[in-house]
């Protein structure tokens, strides 16, 4: 049955990307805890974070926008624009609530 094949593969999908949010929900607020300023961690983490299309790692990403923007705007604009290009409308709202 192709439609059980594909539910499951989304199921198997959505749990990797709920792995990957924990593990990303520890690393943003352990830089944020911790005053974290180094740039290629922080970019690194934008990566990650760009590579998960998940409420989750889109709430997560605004976290560390708003830290991020205390001590290097550019960064978090860079980034939002990158967004911008990945996921289109969503970046209204990621300016909005970072602003």
């Known amino acids: 049955m192709p439609g059980k094949e594909l539910k499951d593969m989304l199921n198997s999908l959505m749990e990797l990307y709920e ?3 924990q593990q990303l929900n ?10 974290i300023r180094n740039k290629r961690l922080i970019e690194n983490t934008f990566e990650e974070l760009l ?3 998940t ?7 605004i ?23 990945l996921y ?3 970046t209204n ?3 909005k609530r970072s602003h």
Do not use: H, R, S, W
Not at 26 to 35: A, P, S
């Open 19 to 21: 792995l990957a949010y």
């Open 26 to 35: 520890i690393k943003v607020t352990y830089l944020i805890d911790n005053g």
């Open 51 to 53: 590579n998960i299309p």
């Open 55 to 61: 409420d989750k790692c889109y709430d997560l990403f």
């Open 63 to 85: 976290k560390l926008c708003n830290y991020v923007k205390t001590f290097d705007e550019q960064l978090v604009i860079d980034y939002q624009t990158i967004y911008e290009e």
């Open 88 to 90: 289109g409308e969503e």
């Open 93 to 95: 709202k990621t300016k």
